[in-house]
């Protein structure tokens, strides 16, 4: 028996174990929540950021996480403006006044989020308000997954007409 097989108590197989993906999310739009939003020194030691975590909620994404980073002092002042543009985005998605309520304010809310790829990680791009939640918290009825697209035939299309031209081109 080896060490490893004593402190798990059993034989390990590691054909039997899921495998999380760190790989970035693929582009595109999502409704995330906001799980955590803390204020902490940067690396460098030299300012301040608050990092954001979110949980993406729906599709195949459904619980991945992702992250944003907001240099909120720095001696970059091109940091702190892109900082500020990004955290009054978030505060008007999610209509949290950071002067009442600071980061902790955040946590628990919905955003629409836009996601992009930079390399080997994901960077959110934009934050927006979830299209009729006031707030961003979603009502339970807004959690269910859209009504499928009907099919739409060329006869229905709004762009048919009898004559077989475009409407705009009357």
């Given at each position: ?126 934050y927006k ?7 961003g918290q ?31 081109a009357s």
């Amino acid at each position: 028996m080896s060490d490893i097989t004593d402190a798990l108590g059993e034989n390990f197989d590691p054909n039997s174990v899921e495998i999380s993906s760190y790989d970035p999310i693929p582009a595109g739009d999502y409704a995330a929540n906001i799980v955590d939003a803390e204020i902490k020194a940067n690396k460098a030691g030299n300012g301040m950021i608050m990092k954001v975590e979110l949980a993406i909620v729906g599709g195949p994404q459904d619980g991945r996480k992702v992250f944003d980073h907001l240099n909120l002092s720095n001696p970059s002042q091109k940091a702190v403006a892109i900082a500020k543009e990004t955290l009054a985005k978030l505060s008007l998605a999610t209509s949290v006044d950071v002067n009442a309520s600071g980061s902790q304010g955040f946590i628990g809310k919905r955003v629409a989020i836009n996601v992009e790829i930079d390399g080997a990680y994901n960077r959110i791009k934009n934050y927006k308000p979830l299209v009729g939640v006031a707030g961003g918290q979603a009502p339970q009825a807004a959690q269910s997954a859209p009504a499928p697209a009907q099919e739409m035939t060329a006869e229905a299309s709004p762009q048919a007409q009898s004559n077989g031209t475009p409407p705009w081109a009357s």
